[in-house]
C-alpha cells in the first residue's frame, strides 16, 4: 500500500513560481505528476524514475517545471516557474510500483494522491 499526499498549491500571479510536494509513504518505483483543469481529462505533467537519474515532461512543461525526489525524505517534487493562467489545474502525484524507469501513461500508476489546486491568475 502507497500513500501519496500533495502539498503547496494555491493561488499566485501569472509568471510567478510554486513548488508542490508529495510525501509518499510505501514502496514505490516510479512517480509523476498529473493535472486536470476543470472540463479536461487528466494529463501527465513529468515523471521520474525510481533512482532520479531519469526524467519525462510533456512539451508544455519543458523549460518551465522541474521534478524531483529524495528517497531518503520519501518525497517527490514539481518546481513550476514562469506559470500561465493555462497551468491552472488540480496537481496530482501518482506512483507505480513495478516500473523503476520513468512512466508516461496514467493507466500504469497504481496509487494516487488526493490533489492539490493551482491556480494562476493573469
Known amino acids: 500500500q502507497v500513500q501519496l499526499v500533495e502539498s503547496g498549491g494555491g493561488l499566485v500571479q501569472a509568471g510567478g513560481s510554486l513548488r508542490l510536494t508529495c510525501a509518499v509513504s510505501?514502496?514505490?518505483?516510479?512517480l509523476g505528476w498529473f493535472r486536470q483543469a476543470p472540463g479536461k481529462e487528466r494529463e501527465l505533467v513529468a515523471s521520474?524514475?525510481?533512482?532520479?537519474?531519469?526524467?519525462y515532461y510533456k512539451d508544455y512543461a519543458k523549460g518551465r517545471f522541474t521534478i524531483s525526489r529524495d528517497n531518503a525524505e520519501n518525497a517527490v517534487y514539481l518546481q513550476m516557474n514562469d506559470l500561465k493562467p493555462e497551468d491552472t489545474a488540480v496537481y496530482y502525484c501518482?506512483?507505480?510500483?513495478?516500473?523503476?524507469?520513468?512512466?508516461?501513461?496514467?493507466?500504469?500508476?497504481?496509487?494516487w494522491g488526493q490533489g492539490t489546486q493551482v491556480t494562476v491568475s493573469s
Open positions: 501518482a506512483a507505480n510500483i513495478r516500473s523503476t524507469g520513468w512512466v508516461g501513461s496514467q493507466y500504469e500508476y497504481d496509487y
Open positions: 510505501g514502496r514505490s518505483h516510479a
Open positions: 521520474i524514475s525510481w533512482s532520479g537519474t531519469s526524467t
